[in-house]
């Protein structure tokens, strides 16, 4: 009887810190959540109150009037988010699919492909990561100055001056050594048997590619798709400095340069303001919340199903 009341005693005891634990733990990450969630609801909130309500000296968390112009003012106004957004749209699916092909060749040659010089060459590339951005800014801008694809205001918007712009945005950043040492790791994990099954079987090197290296990788292309696409969205320093005209200025660029001043005040129409932040953000965040299990399965698995 002793010996039970004790194991009861004990049990009991487990339990109980077991629901204190559980009980501590998400009690700390709701806290913390609730801090990084209240931004995102004050800029919603904000975007829909009105001048004179978001002024007031006591912050008020739930709007009184409901101001839904602001969303149509940000994009028919003076920021014109439509053409913002069309800008950055062209970059981002386009420098996309371009980084993806370079990505996918380059790490399927340093994965399967056997050249002298190979893992020299692919240490070089890893060494690049050392390097700061900013160096590789510098060089990148004397580069597509001597090849004239800043836009010039003197010459105007002709087609081919017009489309120059769009190449600085694009080219300089193709090349990813994080993406290819990323995609080539999944290659280097996909069983070499299948390689040689294919070349007995008379398959080319892009056929294996297309049909079996890049099913079986579709996580981590999946992750680098969308890693890719959300920095050409959140670029702003390289925009800045290749393209800060009206014809070919990016959102944040635009965003950071637009006025939100109320004509012959001196106050500053932050709903309206807040309505433009929300307007760019949100399709980040549908991005990330529909294919957030993409993003941590391409990082944790190798894409290999059995």
């Not at 912050?59 to 003076?78: I, K, N, Q, S, V």
């Not at 060494?127 to 900013?134: K, N, R």
């Not at 001056?161 to 994990?189: C, D, H, K, T, W």
Request: glycine content about 6%; overall charge positive; cysteine-free.
């Amino acid at each position: 009887m002793k010996d039970n009341r004790k194991t009861d005693g004990i049990s009991r005891k487990e339990r109980v810190k077991k629901i204190l634990v559980k009980v501590v733990t998400y009690l700390f990450l709701s806290v913390f959540a609730l801090a990084m969630i209240f931004p995102f609801y004050w800029m919603l909130i904000s975007s829909v109150k009105t001048v004179d309500e978001y002024n007031l000296s006591t912050p008020t968390l739930w709007p009184h009037d409901f101001r839904w112009d602001t969303y149509l003012t940000a994009f028919t106004g003076d920021l014109d988010l439509g053409r913002l957004f069309l800008n950055t749209v062209l970059v981002g699916v386009v420098s996309t699919l371009l980084s993806l092909v370079v990505t996918v060749l380059s790490a399927y040659a340093f994965a399967r492909l056997e050249f002298k010089g190979k893992n020299l060459l692919f240490g070089a590339m890893l060494a690049t990561m050392m390097i700061p951005g900013e160096l590789f800014t510098v060089t990148n801008y004397i580069t597509v100055s001597s090849f004239h694809w800043i836009y010039d205001l003197k010459e105007g918007p002709t087609f081919w001056n017009a489309s120059l712009p769009y190449l600085s945005l694009i080219v300089p950043f193709l090349v990813s050594v994080f993406y290819i040492y990323l995609l080539r790791q999944n290659f280097m994990q996909i069983p070499n048997e299948l390689y040689l099954a294919a070349k007995v079987d008379g398959a080319s090197d892009l056929k294996y590619l297309w049909k079996v290296m890049i099913p079986l990788a579709s996580p981590t292309l999946i992750t680098i798709t969308i890693l890719k696409m959300m920095g050409s969205w959140n670029s702003y320093m390289w925009p800045q400095l290749v393209a800060n005209d009206d014809l070919h200025r990016l959102v944040t660029v635009g965003l950071r340069g637009a006025s939100f001043n109320i004509a012959g005040t001196n106050l500053i129409d932050y709903p309206l303001q807040m309505a433009a932040v929300v307007l760019v953000t949100v399709p980040l965040l549908l991005v990330f919340i529909f294919f957030r299990k993409y993003i941590m399965r391409g990082v944790s698995r190798s894409g290999i199903k059995g």
